[in-house]
């Protein structure tokens, strides 16, 4: 089992480009939290989703993001027209299908997007 | 609303000093609380959380809920503890983490 894997590690995009995180979660987990790090502060959610569902994307920016958990494939985080202060380190995490218990967190390595 | 609240973004002590990081939450049902640890530049790891009443790496975490806290101690601080630590609650209404914004611990030798 290898894991959440997330890609790519390193992102550098110029300011009005499109940028593309992905996530795998690990085999049999079905729900996928996005967290974002800026530089010099704290994990800050952004969004929580199940399998074709947003559950809860109310640490989303309102404008330029989205994120999407398909049936088949990776879950995708996408940003338009990026700008400075997106640069980041966004964390994804998965975890199983649980009964109102926390069933655990496992973390990927993060993408570090950087937009110059 | 649950809400966890670190109010030291940095503490820096010296090695074989006591550490306490400090962490108070609010939450109107019963929590489960634990403690994620960050490397340098690697991933969240979870330390401990309070329904284990474990030590690991020499750290422990006492919930409290009269005062709502859960600070994470440890008696004699190593440079290799220098990393990131955040707390957090579990709100299994919404089945997801919450994190406080995180304490930077740095051990000087």
């Known amino acids: 089992n290898a894991g959440v894997m997330q890609n790519p590690r390193h992102l550098v995009r110029r300011r009005g480009q499109e940028a593309r995180l992905r996530c795998s979660p690990m085999?049999?987990?079905?729900?996928v939290y996005w967290y974002r790090q800026l530089p010099e502060e704290g994990l800050k959610f952004m969004v929580y989703?199940?399998?074709?569902?947003?559950?809860?994307e109310s640490g989303m920016p309102k404008e330029r993001f989205s994120a999407e958990f398909p049936k088949e494939g990776p879950s995708i985080l996408r940003i338009q027209q990026v700008v400075r202060g997106d640069s980041a380190a966004y964390f994804c995490?998965?975890?199983?299908?649980?009964?109102?218990?926390?069933?655990?967190?496992?973390f990927g390595s993060g993408t570090r997007l950087t937009v110059v | 609303a649950q809400r966890v609240t670190q109010p030291e973004k940095l503490l820096s002590v010296f090695k074989g000093a006591p550490v306490e990081l400090k962490c108070n939450y609010s939450y109107s049902g019963s929590p489960e609380l634990f403690w994620y640890v960050q490397y340098s530049r690697q991933r969240l790891q979870l330390l401990l959380r309070?329904?284990s009443r474990e030590s690991i790496k020499g750290f422990t975490a006492d919930l409290n809920k009269g005062e709502t806290s859960f600070h994470l101690k440890k008696p004699f601080a190593q440079e290799e503890d220098s990393a990131m630590y955040y707390c957090?609650?579990?709100?299994?209404?919404?089945?997801?983490?919450?994190f406080g914004g995180g304490t930077r611990l740095m051990v000087k030798p």
């Open positions: 989703l199940q399998k074709e569902n947003i559950i809860d």
């Open positions: 957090a609650l579990f709100n299994n209404a919404g089945n997801m983490l919450t």
């Open positions: 995490a998965s975890s199983p299908p649980s009964a109102g218990y926390f069933s655990g967190y496992t």
């Open positions: 085999k049999g987990h079905s729900h």
């Open positions: 309070h329904i």
